[in-house]
Structure formats: C-alpha cells, structure tokens
C-alpha cells in the first residue's frame, strides 16, 4: 500500500471521529448516562490503532518497547514490561518472585503475603495461584486503606511479602511499608492500578515497592483497551519479569532479532548440549503475557494526554467533595495524609444512622442515569470463590464488612464534565433532603 493511500485512509479515519463527535447532543440531564468510568478517546487515538492495522502490527514490537521506555520514565522507574492485562501483570509480579535464583528469600507454597479483604481479587489471586497463604487485614473508612499498624500486626514467622492496592487513587502509608518491608526483608508488590500519577510525600506511588503494577482497561488512567504493565527499579526483578513474562526463555532478544546478543549459539546451560540455540533455552515455568504493538499504539496516543487525565480526575472529585460536603447520613472519602491523590472515583459509605439504605440510595441514583460501583468486592471472605482457600485474618474485618454493606462509589473519570457533576450532586442533595 503507498504511502499516499496510507495517509488517505487516515484522514479519513479522523474525519469519521470529528463527524461522530459533533453528532453528539451533549449531555442531557436524566437522559445521557453518567458512567463511573471509562475510556477518554480522541482522533489521534483512533488514527494510531488504524495505522498499526494497516501495517499489520498485530504482534509485541516497537510500538510495546517504545512505550515501556516512556511509561517507566513517566512513573520514575528503570524498567517496565507490558503485560495483557493488569491481573496478568499482578499474577506477573508475584509469580516472578517465586523462582530459584532469588535462593533463599524466594516465596515457597505455604508462604504467608500480607494483603486486605476490601479490595478487588486480582491482588489476592496471585497469591493463591502461586500456592500462598493471603493474610487480611482490614481497612480504614474515609481512606479505604490498611494502615501502617495493621500490616506490622499482621505479620507472623511465615510472612515473606506484602501485596497492597491504592484504593479507588488513594495512597495507602506507601513509604512507611516499604520501609517495614525493608526492615523485616520482605517482599513488597505495590499495585497501582487505580493510581497513576498520584503522590506520597512528594513522590509517585508505583516507586516504592520491589514491584508496582498497572492496568491499562478502560477504566483507569490511560487505555490499550486491555493491557498491564510490571514494573522495578531493580534489574534483577527485571530480567526475571521479562523472562517470566515471555514463555520462562532465557533469551532477551525481542522476537524477530537474530543474534542480537552475538553469542547466540555459545551457551550450555542444564543438560543441554553446548551451542544450541539460546532462542530455545527455557530457565523458567513462565507464561506468555504480553501485550501486542496494536494496543502499544493506542498507549502511546494516551500517554501524551496523562497530565490533563489526571488533572481532570482531582478537578472533578474536588468538586464533588466540595459539593456533598455536609449531607447528613454520608461518610465522604478522604485523601491519606501527606498525599496527592490522582482519583479513580468517589467512594461514599452510608453512615449507621442514615435514614436510608445503599440499595435505595443507588436505585434513585440509577434511576437518573447516574452510574454506581461497589467498593469491587467488599470483604472477599465472604465471597463463595474463597469460601474453600486457605487464608488466616489478623485482627477483625469490621471496616470490610461495613463497605460490603453500605458503602459504594461513583466518577470522576475525564470523560464526566461540570455540568455532569452538578447533576450529580443536585441529584444526591434531593435525595438526601426527601428522606427523614
């Protein structure tokens, strides 16, 4: 195909997404739904999956280096490895520090990883599939976070990990568990997933763990449609995760790439014979979890608008902060102390003496179109999946049972405008006011 037609074919393709665009009504109170997230997508957007179709970039190449390169610089980390998915890159992460060559400090089945029951299953899973012991702890109403306290209570003689998620955008005591972690040399997974671009005492959360993770689904700060990301500062986890990543090879030559390492056919390792193609030479039980250059390409369009993503999140939960502030009945969120919270949403919990229920509340809330979430799992003990796996609780779980029954959120995403947000909160003000 020319050149010429490529170019055709792509003004086109932003002329399709300009027409859609102004076909839009606007927003319609009551009529156009609120949603409580989702994907913010431009004509750039569009044009750079085209691009890579038409190129047939259907596999892992460019595109997915060059971002790693710029997300890892944008983070403040050495080394991130695209993944399928955020649960891939959670599974990734934890997986990875399981292997031999971490000898003595790897996790073995039966190893105990500390984590809370609020919180979504893909940052217990891991722990279970890899044949861990989780140890919940419960969390903080207002912040939705374990605390420092309760993670240093939790720990036993079998601890060798804590797996912790910023809940909903809020930093949970990040440097403060990083250096407990450090000081009783256990492992530290640091899922921010729900927090791109958000701070802790100055500093981006994603920073502090031996891993962070990420996740690319519409929902969160930027898009690949799906896709995750595994990243460290350090470069032997790297060279782990990358191997782990990619089938367990022992090869980092990227697909395609021939002898790139010049020693291609000079290796011996295990029983193998001397010479045989290091291509082929697997030094770990690992997957294939990576992400393609067609999602790398919508990545790298997104990446470019982070700052006014994340700007647009804070503008509209302040916003909405300002405007529930005060309503009877309603514990509204607060922002961890020494924090800068880059939102994922708006998380409400119904106070004991409310004179409604979260059922009520969320079906008056639905019906005016405006979208709801639950705190994702609430208390996961409670759920069947777990019901049969082995897991041990420290302390209570009072806070995890209180957001399973009363507590739930709503957006913040760019894609909800002022005008969104005002309806939102007149809605919740007439709500409030007709109940006794």
């Avoid at 390792?269 to 390409?297: C, E």
């Avoid at 509204?332 to 409604?356: H, K, M, Q, R």
């Avoid at 979430?373 to 019901?387: D, S």
């Amino acid at each position: 195909m020319a050149d010429t037609d490529v170019e055709s074919i792509l003004e086109l393709t932003r002329k399709l997404h300009r027409d859609r665009a102004a076909s839009d009504r606007g927003f319609v109170p009551g009529i156009t739904p609120i949603l409580p997230s989702g994907a913010v997508l431009d004509e750039d957007d569009r044009a750079a999956l085209v691009s890579h179709a038409l190129e047939m970039k259907i596999a892992s190449g460019a595109s997915a280096l060059r971002f790693e390169r710029l997300f890892a610089k944008a983070i403040g980390v050495r080394k991130a490895h695209l993944t399928n998915s955020g649960s891939s890159a959670n599974l990734l992460a934890l997986a990875s520090l399981t292997v031999p060559e971490l000898e003595d400090r790897r996790l073995r089945p039966g190893d105990e990883v500390i984590t809370v029951a609020a919180g979504f299953p893909t940052t217990v899973n891991p722990i279970l599939q890899c044949g861990l012991v989780p140890v919940f702890v419960d969390v903080e109403l207002g912040t939705y976070n374990a605390t420092f306290e309760r993670i240093e209570a939790a720990i036993g003689p079998r601890t060798k990990a804590i797996m912790l998620a910023h809940t909903l955008g809020n930093p949970f005591q990040v440097a403060e568990i990083a250096e407990l972690a450090r000081d009783r040399d256990l492992f530290f997974v640091e899922d921010n997933c729900d927090a791109v671009c958000s701070t802790y005492q100055g500093r981006n959360t994603g920073t502090f763990g031996d891993y962070s993770t990420v996740s690319f689904y519409p929902a969160h700060h930027l898009t690949m449609g799906e896709g995750g990301c595994v990243l460290t500062n350090t470069l032997e986890l790297a060279r782990i995760t990358e191997s782990m990543r990619d089938w367990g090879r022992d090869c980092w030559c990227e697909p395609g790439e021939d002898n790139k390492c010049l020693k291609r056919f000079q290796y011996q390792m295990g029983d193998l014979p001397r010479g045989y193609d290091h291509k082929y030479i697997f030094s770990h039980v690992g997957y294939n979890l990576k992400a393609t250059d067609i999602q790398a390409a919508l990545g790298l369009t997104q990446l470019v608008k982070l700052p006014d993503f994340v700007a647009a999140r804070k503008r509209n939960w302040r916003r909405l902060r300002e405007g529930l502030d005060g309503l009877p009945g309603l514990l509204l969120p607060e922002a961890t102390p020494g924090s800068d919270p880059s939102w994922f949403g708006f998380v409400i919990t119904l106070t004991d003496d409310a004179p409604f229920g979260r059922p009520e509340m969320v079906e008056f809330l639905q019906s005016r179109k405006i979208g709801t979430r639950l705190l994702f799992a609430g208390n996961l003990t409670r759920h069947p999946a777990y019901r049969t796996e082995t897991y041990r609780v420290s302390g209570d779980l009072t806070n995890s049972d209180i957001i399973t029954e009363r507590t739930f959120w709503i957006g913040v995403y760019p894609g909800i405008t002022t005008e969104m947000i005002d309806y939102m909160i007149s809605s919740i003000r007439e709500f409030v006011a007709k109940r006794p």
